[in-house]
Every structure is written in structure tokens, then in C-alpha cells.
């Protein structure tokens, strides 16, 4: 997620990110419980995929294609978080080779 995506989506200024990732100054806890409820949208979207997948027909290939939308209206406009849904869906399905 770049700086911009996560000053938007935790309602902060670029400024504030840039600071809270290159100083030792901690968010605040508003901050913290945001990005916890961005990671739990993150994980029950992987989930989601993952548990709508047609795994009777499922080929390892099929996990190079896998797109999905991250629900929730600021999430759902990010590309950081929408590839990390995908790469948790991914893993969760490859567990099926395994």
C-alpha cells in the first residue's frame, strides 16, 4: 500500500504516514485498530475467495488468474489491499496441492 493509499484509507495525512514509518513516533491507538479492521477485511475477503473457489475442477494453474474485490467502501478502492487478499487466497487454495 503506498503512502497516499494509507493516509486515505486511515483518514491521515501523507505527512503523518511518512512520519510514523521513518521516525520512532507511534501511531495512535485510533490508527492501530483501523489498520486491525483493514487486516480482518483483508482475511475474510481471502476467505470469501477461497471458500466460493470451484475445488472439484480447481487445476494449480488457476491460482496464476485468481482476481478478487476486497469488500468495504474505502478498502475496496486500494491495490495494496486487494493484492493481499489475493495472495491469502492463493495460499489458502494451495493448500489443496499440498
Known amino acids: 500500500m503506498t503512502a497516499d493509499e494509507a493516509a486515505a484509507a486511515l483518514d491521515v495525512s ?15 491507538l485510533h490508527i492501530w485498530q483501523g489498520l486491525v479492521r483493514m487486516l480482518d477485511e483483508i482475511r475474510l475477503s481471502a476467505e470469501e475467495a477461497a471458500k466460493s473457489a470451484d475445488l472439484d475442477h480447481l487445476e494449480a494453474d488457476d491460482l496464476n488468474s485468481i482476481r478478487l474485490t476486497v469488500p468495504g467502501q474505502a478498502a475496496s478502492e486500494f491495490d495494496g489491499p486487494k493484492r493481499a487478499a489475493t495472495a491469502l487466497a492463493v495460499a489458502t487454495l494451495a493448500r489443496v496441492f499440498v
Request: proline share 13%.
Open 14 to 28: 501523507k505527512d503523518e504516514i511518512v512520519r510514523w514509518c521513518e521516525t520512532s513516533e507511534a501511531p495512535p
